[in-house]
């Protein structure tokens, strides 16, 4: 949904919006223990049962925090399940999450109801202004997001036990197979870039997507799809892990320090990877995920191209639909292309299936304005060392990305579900 409630029916689609995401969140949350549900293998990773809580937090703190009245369900809690909007308040130790044994799940999962019902009922009376709808439609997105890193902090988790058990053994497998990579050429223009502010406008976007801009787009190529199992495989047996000319500094210095030989998840046989699903064979066509930016850019500098930037994949993705391999699909991994796009003649999986790193630093665009108030901590007080990614993943719920989303991680992050697209300049 991407429209501000201002009539009953737009109010009852809030609602109906509402409902459907948050039951999604208990669905991905079904398949854990307790104990599962609890544990924080890494600082940059959060316990399910935090996912769970800290987005009921969010409704409650800006949402029904805004109306007259309210009393905090538990006014210890909003620092438990604050993040990082230090404009609110103080926070709990992201790398310390782990330690919260208390409340229970089942606490949580009553504080979920609770919150739900809260906002259900205004809606159904119509007591929530303009504002309110806007902070409950953010919030909306925000949890979306939260999905993902449930999805990709389980995995972790999970991988991390020495049992490596299954997130679920009945995940859909891929029955795909990779097209053979082609340059598509695009010549210099100008692009406009971006999605208009929101709330002024209708549809939703992030404050870090505006404003709309233009950008001159020097001519290139692009590659078709992303690069598959089997060509980063190729990488790792010509010694890519063991050249310091493919690698950034920085990143040369992880890959000594933390004893890198292959993407995260793979096995030192280079033949299996750890799912959602358990260990499973290595797809040789499906596209390789779960890399650092230093791992894509030490690929793309062996294969002779280099990351695209955010703008030429922005530029491309705007003249496709937005439909590929996302979370809905029930796969919870990248599949390769199925072929009904075609025989790569043009863009296949921007969306879906790997996050695509790209060259571009995260930063402001001109004339960025951040969200007003308190959520102006969202998104603009990030914009230093980490960088872009397009196009959504097998983790993403359907309906959450666009051309113009911008996500942003640090470049050493590996537990994402990313890969790359090669590019370069047009010969």
């Known amino acids: 949904m991407n429209t501000v409630a201002a009539t009953p029916q737009a109010t009852h689609a809030l609602a109906e919006h509402f409902r459907a995401v948050r039951g999604r969140s208990l669905a991905l949350a079904a398949p854990l223990s307790a104990e599962d549900a609890m544990v924080q293998s ?23 925090g805004s109306q007259p009245g309210h009393a905090p369900f538990n006014a210890d809690w909003h620092y438990l399940f604050n993040s990082y909007y230090q404009s609110i308040g103080p926070a709990h130790a992201r790398p310390q999450r782990g330690l919260l044994s208390r409340p229970s799940l089942e ?37 979306q997001q939260h999905q993902e890193l449930l999805l990709t902090d389980i995995k972790h988790a999970l991988w991390s036990n020495p049992l490596q058990p299954a997130y679920r053994d009945d995940l859909q497998r891929s029955t795909g197979a990779a097209v053979p990579m082609r340059w598509l050429p695009a010549e ?15 549809d939703f976007a992030y404050d870090n997507e505006s404003p709309v801009h233009r950008v001159l787009v020097p001519a290139h190529v692009l590659a078709n799809r992303p ?36 993407p995260l998840y793979w096995d030192d046989a280079l033949e299996r990877e750890f799912t959602l699903g358990g260990w499973r064979a290595l797809d040789p066509d499906a596209p390789v995920c779960h890399l650092s930016y230093f791992e894509a850019d030490a690929y793309a500098r062996w294969a002779g191209a280099r990351l695209p930037t955010e703008f030429e ?25 199925s072929g009904e796009n075609g025989d790569g003649a043009q863009p296949l999986q921007l969306f879906g299936d790997v996050w695509e790193w790209t060259s571009s630093a995260y930063g402001a665009y001109p004339g960025f304005q951040p969200f007003a108030g308190n959520l102006g901590e969202y998104n603009g007080k990030f914009m230093c060392g980490q960088w872009i990614l397009r196009g959504g993943s097998c983790a993403t719920p359907a309906g959450h990305v666009r051309p113009s989303y911008r996500n942003f991680f640090a470049p050493s992050a590996r537990w994402q579900f990313a890969g790359l697209r090669l590019a370069r300049a047009l010969a």
């Open 42 to 64: 890494m600082a940059d990773a959060s316990p399910t049962k935090w996912h769970l809580a800290h987005t009921s937090w969010f409704f409650e703190r800006f949402v029904l």
């Open 107 to 143: 606490e949580v999962r009553d504080y979920r109801r609770r919150v739900d019902a809260q906002v259900i009922d205004l809606l159904q009376r119509d007591a929530l202004d303009g504002e309110a709808c806007n902070q409950l439609l953010l919030g909306l997105h925000h949890e």
């Open 188 to 202: 210099e223009r100008i692009v406009e870039i971006g999605a208009p502010a929101w709330p002024a406008h209708p």
């Open 227 to 262: 690069v598959s199992n089997a060509e980063y495989r190729a990488f790792v047996l010509d010694g890519g892990y063991r050249q310091v000319a493919h690698w950034m500094s920085e990143g040369w210095t992880l890959v000594q320090n933390e004893g890198w030989q292959h």
């Open 313 to 337: 994949w922005e530029a491309v993705a705007q003249t496709l639909p937005v439909q590929g391999n996302f979370a809905d699909s029930d796969h919870l991994h990248p599949c390769a292309s």
